[in-house]
């Protein structure tokens, strides 16, 4: 049933749904994920522990010159 479905669903699906990921499918349609990884394993650029949503407190500062100041005032 429709609720039945509904209650196997966890909120970590939920979660993990409103976050981007990679559609390895969608990078070469005719080629199996594994293969895709293959090729561009030699592009990899770094990897990283998966991480869902955090907070974060502090100011944002979009000019180098005002983050460099701030810095040295000791500014978070």
Known sequence: S???AIMRIS???VENALFPSID?????????I???KHELSDKLLGSGLA??????????????????????????
């Open 34 to 36: 594994k293969q895709i």
């Open 24 to 32: 390895w499918q969608q990078i070469n349609a005719n080629a199996p």
């Open 51 to 76: 991480a869902g949503a955090a907070a974060a407190t502090g100011i944002a500062i979009f000019d180098a010159d005002r983050a460099e100041e701030a810095a040295k005032q000791n500014k978070d």
């Open 2 to 4: 429709k609720e039945e």
């Open 11 to 13: 909120p970590s699906d």
